[in-house]
């Protein structure tokens, strides 16, 4: 991380006239470390003030200033160093009694009595005194209006809680501007006491933003208006400890914010802020430990639905997530301030939790209103199937963005610039460039998504077990046949392109790394040529259509219904349920029974007596009988006929029928007419074949 801190120039710091500062000796040259949290107007009065006392800057040297060459810097000697920081800082913590002198002291610096110091003072107090009144004048407005008890749902609560956000905000909108007029009047115009407002005012509507929040999710007051699925007894337990924590956090900042601006050093401002970073912290573990089991509650029950094992385990651990979070943001303001950093680690520090709780509460939001968007309505038994692969597609696209806006949330939360950052930062030369990478991975992948949901939709669904062989062909379709392998290929053609962009975007250069994966490719081509052959012969099958999934096909050795195909091989399911998967390579004929139309035969063997124009007009009335049924008679191409006699035996007289139908499911159809021929012969006394049996007996002698 590097080093935010700006070096003015050579001062020459006069006699101050405080008994407790000590006299620099005349034509010292004194640098002046001042904090980057100081605009250019506070440096100028500061140049201003420090010119009346007697300092003039000192000539600029015309020659390189020597900086002394850094050591090469390891993990030890870094940790060697953040100790010794901090150690060095929290010796230095007595100076801080020293503030309230310098604040009177540059309160009369910029012309303003000690008597108006203390009463700017004296006025601010009574101002943090009155802003909890305000919320619970609020409060109290908000109950008055809405006695009634709100109706069950989330739709009655949010629109509740709306309103009630709508009568805090102007609530504190009034009292801030209130607030920051009487504190600006009692500023006297100098510049420390109007910055102090402005901090001190922003502090305090941070301060009470946090808590009308707060109110409105866990509502301790108002059961009916709570948004966290938990009971009156966690509700209590939650708003005592996290309401302290949002009071406090906002008041560390801005005490750590005064001290550098009063002009302490930078161990000063580290020991301060480190002295409340160890409480803070303590605080923060405690109360996580102690809302642990309310959480998880909240956690379990926030979808209203059946909690899936992702959910039951994060509600298991999530205290200790959190845990880990507060001593590794610490830990991490630690290493910023010993190296160098000011004030601002301390407010980056603080929102950095809260942060990642409201991008947790708006991911929450997002998994429980997207899936209120595509709830299958009142009549409906369930939703759509689009509906469904729809919503699981926005969901994951949501999971997306939530992820890009928290990083680039947190980014600008610790200083860094990913927008326009310096030439030869450390934004750009690492974060902007992992930053870019990783959103062009995820590019790719919100791409994927709806590139897939899309797909999906335009997939057949896949026949279960126990149905008709012949159901498939509804679902016969090149479209379905291709879909599936354009699926994969643009999966591969994604993550491919994803990866070298992504590469390339990180700095590295990706020639070498194509050259080597062009060489590689033609390594196997010659090792693997099998495989080759079956990729290559399942492309010309694929172009020829000489098959679609959904069909009836013989491949030789094997047949079987088209189950799925891959770029080497086919899938067939066999009628009793096997599946066979062939290489295309080793096919070397397809015969496709199910393609445009089929020709069903069939013989009957009826008795050598029967009228054979009887037999014709029954074959011809129950062909226009299955032509004229409504569930079956549009599958019927022509309709079923006699073709005649075919052979003539001792005991039956062979005769043939034939229809043509859709190749959708024929034998269902020969089953049809089988019943309804065997129906018409038994009303027209046709009797079919019976095998006669010849006995020969013969005496024992």
Same mark, same amino acid.
């Given at each position: 991380m590097?080093i935010r801190?700006?070096?003015l120039?050579?001062?020459?710091f006069?006699?101050?006239g405080s008994?407790?500062?000590?006299?620099e000796?005349a034509?010292?040259?004194?640098?002046l470390?001042l904090?980057?949290s100081?605009?250019?107007?506070?440096?100028r009065?500061?140049?201003?003030?420090?010119?009346?006392?007697g !300092?003039r800057?000192?000539a600029? %040297?015309d020659g390189? *200033?020597?900086?002394?060459?850094?050591p090469?810097?390891?993990?030890a000697? /870094? !940790?060697a160093?953040?100790?010794a920081?901090t150690?060095?800082?929290l010796?230095?913590?007595p100076?801080?009694?020293?503030a309230p002198?310098?604040?009177?002291?540059?309160?009369?610096s910029e012309g303003v009595a000690?008597h108006a110091?203390?009463?700017f003072?004296?006025v601010?107090?009574?101002?943090?005194?009155?802003?909890?009144?305000?919320?619970?004048?609020s409060?109290?407005?908000?109950?008055?209006?809405r006695?009634t008890?709100v109706e069950?749902g989330?739709m009655?609560?949010?629109?509740? $809680?709306?309103?009630?956000?709508?009568?805090w905000?102007?609530s504190l !909108?009034?009292?801030a501007i209130g607030?920051w007029?009487?504190?600006f009047?009692a500023?006297?115009?100098?510049?420390?006491?109007?910055q102090?407002a402005?901090?001190?005012?922003?502090?305090v509507?941070?301060?009470?933003?946090?808590i009308?929040a707060?109110?409105i999710?866990?509502s301790?007051h108002? #059961?009916d208006?709570r948004l966290l699925a938990?009971?009156? *007894?966690d509700?209590?337990?939650? %708003?005592?400890?996290?309401?302290?924590?949002? *009071?406090?956090?906002?008041?560390?900042?801005f005490v750590?914010?005064?001290?550098?601006?009063?002009?302490?050093s930078?161990?000063?401002?580290?020991?301060?802020?480190f002295a409340?970073a160890?409480?803070?912290? /303590?605080?923060?573990?405690?109360m996580?430990w102690?809302?642990?089991?309310?959480?998880?509650?909240a956690i379990r *029950?926030?979808?209203g639905?059946?909690?899936? #094992?992702?959910r039951r385990?994060l509600?298991?651990?999530w205290?200790?997530l959190?845990?880990?979070?507060?001593?590794a943001?610490m830990?991490a303001a630690?290493?910023e301030f010993?190296?160098?950093?000011?004030?601002w680690?301390? =407010?980056a520090?603080a929102?950095t939790q809260g942060?990642i709780?409201a991008l947790?509460v708006?991911w @929450?939001?997002?998994?429980?209103?997207i899936?209120?968007?595509?709830a299958?309505?009142?009549?409906e038994p369930a939703a759509?199937?689009?509906?469904?692969r729809?919503?699981?597609a926005l969901?994951?696209l949501f999971?997306a963005?939530?992820?890009?806006a928290? !990083?680039?949330?947190?980014a +600008?939360?610790w200083?860094?610039?990913?927008?326009?950052?310096a030439?030869?930062?450390?934004e750009?030369?690492?974060?902007r460039r992992?930053?870019?990478a990783?959103?062009?991975?995820?590019t790719a992948?919100?791409l994927?998504?709806?590139? %897939?949901?899309?797909?999906?939709e335009k /997939? #057949?669904?896949?026949r279960?077990p126990?149905?008709?062989d012949e159901?498939?062909?509804?679902?016969?379709s090149r479209?379905?046949?291709?879909?599936p392998l354009?699926?994969?290929?643009?999966?591969?053609g994604?993550?491919? =392109?994803?990866?070298?962009?992504?590469?390339?975007?990180?700095g590295?250069?990706?020639?070498p790394l194509l050259?080597?994966?062009g060489?590689v490719?033609?390594a196997?081509?010659?090792? $693997?040529q099998?495989?080759v052959r079956?990729? &290559? %012969?399942g492309?010309f099958?694929?172009?020829e259509d000489a098959?679609?999934?959904?069909?009836?096909?013989?491949?030789?050795?094997?047949?079987g219904?088209?189950?799925?195909?891959?770029?080497r091989?086919?899938r067939?399911?066999h009628?009793n349920? +096997?599946v066979h998967?062939i290489?295309?390579?080793q096919v070397q004929a397809?015969?496709?029974?199910?393609r445009d139309w089929s020709?069903?035969?069939?013989n009957?063997h009826?008795?050598?007596t029967?009228d054979?124009?009887?037999?014709r007009?029954?074959?011809?009335r129950?062909?226009?009988?299955?032509?004229?049924?409504?569930? &079956?008679?549009?599958e019927?191409?022509?309709?079923?006929? /006699?073709?005649?006699?075919?052979?003539?035996?001792?005991?039956a007289?062979?005769?043939?029928?034939k229809?043509?139908?859709t190749p959708g499911r024929p034998?269902?159809? @020969?089953r049809?007419?089988?019943?309804r021929?065997m129906?018409a012969?038994a009303?027209?006394d046709?009797?079919f074949?019976?095998l006669?049996?010849?006995?020969?007996?013969?005496s024992a002698?």
């Amino acid at each position: 991380m590097r080093i935010r801190f700006c070096t003015l120039a050579l001062l020459l710091f006069p006699w101050l006239g405080s008994a407790d500062v000590a006299a620099e000796p005349a034509g010292t040259a004194i640098v002046l470390q001042l904090p980057p949290s100081m605009s250019a107007e506070e440096v100028r009065a500061l140049l201003a003030a420090l010119t009346a006392k007697g !300092a003039r800057p000192t000539a600029q %040297s015309d020659g390189p *200033a020597a900086f002394p060459s850094e050591p090469t810097s390891t993990t030890a000697s /870094m !940790a060697a160093n953040v100790w010794a920081s901090t150690v060095q800082a929290l010796r230095s913590l007595p100076v801080l009694a020293e503030a309230p002198q310098r604040w009177i002291d540059l309160a009369k610096s910029e012309g303003v009595a000690r008597h108006a110091a203390l009463r700017f003072w004296v006025v601010a107090f009574a101002g943090l005194l009155a802003a909890p009144l305000i919320g619970q004048l609020s409060r109290r407005l908000f109950d008055s209006r809405r006695r009634t008890v709100v109706e069950p749902g989330l739709m009655p609560r949010l629109h509740a $809680a709306g309103i009630k956000l709508a009568i805090w905000i102007a609530s504190l !909108a009034v009292f801030a501007i209130g607030y920051w007029t009487v504190l600006f009047f009692a500023s006297s115009g100098a510049m420390i006491l109007q910055q102090t407002a402005d901090h001190l005012v922003w502090a305090v509507v941070k301060w009470r933003l946090l808590i009308i929040a707060l109110a409105i999710v866990v509502s301790p007051h108002r #059961p009916d208006l709570r948004l966290l699925a938990i009971d009156d *007894a966690d509700a209590a337990t939650c %708003s005592c400890w996290i309401t302290v924590y949002l *009071a406090l956090n906002p008041t560390i900042v801005f005490v750590i914010w005064l001290v550098e601006r009063l002009g302490f050093s930078h161990e000063v401002v580290f020991g301060a802020a480190f002295a409340f970073a160890l409480p803070i912290t /303590m605080y923060k573990v405690a109360m996580y430990w102690a809302i642990r089991h309310p959480v998880a509650r909240a956690i379990r *029950a926030a979808t209203g639905v059946e909690c899936t #094992p992702f959910r039951r385990y994060l509600a298991s651990i999530w205290h200790w997530l959190f845990i880990g979070l507060a001593i590794a943001v610490m830990v991490a303001a630690t290493i910023e301030f010993a190296l160098g950093q000011g004030a601002w680690v301390t =407010a980056a520090s603080a929102a950095t939790q809260g942060v990642i709780v409201a991008l947790a509460v708006i991911w @929450q939001a997002g998994q429980k209103l997207i899936p209120r968007l595509f709830a299958a309505d009142a009549g409906e038994p369930a939703a759509p199937l689009h509906r469904v692969r729809f919503e699981r597609a926005l969901l994951q696209l949501f999971d997306a963005l939530v992820w890009i806006a928290g !990083a680039a949330w947190l980014a +600008q939360t610790w200083g860094l610039n990913l927008v326009d950052p310096a030439p030869g930062s450390f934004e750009q030369l690492f974060v902007r460039r992992t930053f870019e990478a990783a959103a062009t991975i995820v590019t790719a992948w919100i791409l994927w998504t709806v590139l %897939s949901a899309l797909i999906d939709e335009k /997939m #057949p669904q896949a026949r279960g077990p126990g149905e008709d062989d012949e159901a498939a062909a509804a679902s016969i379709s090149r479209v379905g046949t291709l879909l599936p392998l354009i699926r994969n290929v643009v999966l591969i053609g994604l993550i491919v =392109a994803a990866i070298i962009v992504a590469l390339s975007t990180l700095g590295l250069n990706v020639a070498p790394l194509l050259a080597g994966l062009g060489v590689v490719g033609i390594a196997v081509g010659f090792g $693997a040529q099998s495989l080759v052959r079956d990729v &290559i %012969s399942g492309i010309f099958f694929l172009m020829e259509d000489a098959f679609r999934v959904g069909e009836y096909i013989d491949a030789g050795r094997l047949r079987g219904t088209v189950e799925g195909m891959s770029l080497r091989s086919v899938r067939l399911r066999h009628q009793n349920g +096997q599946v066979h998967t062939i290489p295309f390579g080793q096919v070397q004929a397809v015969t496709n029974f199910s393609r445009d139309w089929s020709v069903t035969k069939f013989n009957l063997h009826l008795e050598p007596t029967v009228d054979v124009e009887t037999v014709r007009r029954t074959i011809k009335r129950v062909g226009e009988e299955l032509l004229n049924d409504p569930d &079956i008679g549009s599958e019927f191409i022509q309709p079923l006929k /006699m073709q005649g006699i075919v052979d003539v035996l001792q005991t039956a007289l062979v005769v043939r029928c034939k229809f043509t139908s859709t190749p959708g499911r024929p034998t269902y159809l @020969q089953r049809q007419a089988l019943r309804r021929l065997m129906e018409a012969f038994a009303a027209a006394d046709l009797r079919f074949a019976a095998l006669d049996v010849t006995m020969q007996l013969s005496s024992a002698a």
